[in-house]
T-cell receptor, first 113, second 110 residues
């Protein structure tokens, strides 16, 4: 049973471009969470999705950021018109239930030039 | 609740000693707690969890203690090894809402 898969591992974008981060949850997991982490800091919750539905997006900026978890395929975190401040590690986690252990992927490190 | 942008506190221990990492949580309604370990360049890895109806749970070389009265959680690592060097996060959860603490960096000296 493969773990949570995130790709790409590293993503370099120029200011103004779009970044698309992908997350395939563990098999059988229908709950997906996205977090952002700056160097030497903790994990900041962004959004929680459950197959095709956004359950909680209270941690996600209202502009430029969006997330989806379609019926088929991975969850996508999309950042439009990236700025340097978007540079961070973005982690995805999945769980089989809303109150269960969250299993994390290895993260995508976004660098905005 | 929400982790804030603080630089990580650090704990340095000698190899073979026991380590105690502390965490203060904020929501008295939280009923589920998890400790994660994050090594450099990797995602957080589950270590151990505890529900609010317990005050202690033991794993292999690790023990989690929960004091709901003062909203305090601790992780004890016995006979700390160099491979234990990492950042450790506590997380508190209430229904769908899980929030992470700021983390503690553990450094093990040989």
């Amino acid at each position: 049973n493969a773990g949570v898969m995130q790709n790409p591992r590293h993503l370099v974008r120029r200011r103004g471009q779009e970044a698309r981060l992908r997350c395939s949850p563990m098999k059988g997991h229908s709950h997906v969470y996205w977090y952002r982490q700056l160097p030497e800091e903790g994990l900041k919750f962004m959004v929680y999705l459950q197959k095709e539905n956004i359950i909680d997006e209270s941690g996600m900026p209202k502009e430029r950021f969006s997330a989806e978890f379609p019926k088929e395929g991975p969850s996508i975190l999309r950042i439009q018109q990236v700025v340097r401040g978007d540079s961070a590690a973005y982690f995805c986690a999945s769980s089989p239930a809303s109150d269960g252990i969250q299993y994390f992927g290895a993260g995508t490190r976004l660098s905005v030039l | 609740g929400e982790s804030v942008g603080l630089h990580l506190p650090t704990l340095s221990v000698q190899e073979g000693d026991n380590s105690i990492i502390n965490c203060a949580y904020s929501n008295s309604a939280s009923d589920y707690f998890i400790w994660y370990k994050q090594e450099s360049g990797k995602g957080p890895q589950f270590i151990i969890d505890i529900r609010s109806n317990m005050d202690k749970r033991q794993g292999q070389r690790v023990t989690v203690l929960l004091n709901k009265t003062v909203k305090h959680l601790s992780l004890q690592i016995a006979a700390t090894q160099p491979g234990d060097s990492a950042v450790y996060f506590c997380a508190e959860a209430n229904n769908n809402d899980m929030r992470f603490g700021a983390g503690t960096r553990l450094t093990v000296k040989p």
